[in-house]
């Protein structure tokens, strides 16, 4: 191969990988999928004032609505409200809660817990959702005690 061809290729590799990092949201995926998404575990150094978050990207999306559920270990699910209070769901997604969270910039903070939680058995497993376009996206973690 000659100079001039390798230097072409070169040229053009450059160029490719430019465009994946410096425009790699255009190309990235949301966060949450309509198959589920392990998200990472939320690790908690202190369960008196628990403050649980989780923020997503949402890429092209637009959350239409937002749902959170939690399971304790050994208990059902519960769905969080709007007004971040929690009851028993019986898994059918059609009955999940509107949270009311909504998209800043291309990304959704999704406010969990901001209690005591000394009194809950861990882990405790969080699913988020959100509704876009007609398909129901979601992802899971896990909130852990630090020791």
């Keep these: 191969m000659q100079t001039r061809e390798r230097m072409g290729i070169f040229r053009i590799s450059c160029y490719a990988m ?14 949450l999928t309509v198959a589920g998404a392990q998200l990472p575990p939320v690790i908690l150094t202190d369960v008196t004032a628990a403050i649980v978050e989780k923020q997503v990207a949402l890429e092209a999306d637009v959350a239409e609505v937002t749902h959170v559920v939690v399971q304790m270990a050994g208990s059902q699910p519960l769905m969080r409200d709007r007004q971040g209070m929690f009851q028993p769901w019986n898994e059918n997604s059609v009955n999940l809660a509107d949270n ?19 009194a809950q058995n861990f882990p405790i497993r969080v699913t988020v959702y959100y509704r876009a376009g007609g398909e129901l996206k979601f992802g899971y973690f896990d909130v852990m005690r630090a020791n």
């Design 18 to 31: 430019f465009l994946i990092v410096m425009g790699g949201s255009a190309f990235a995926a949301p966060d």
């Design 100 to 118: 009311g969270f909504s998209g800043v910039k291309g990304r959704l903070l999704f406010k969990v817990f901001n209690q005591d939680l000394s």
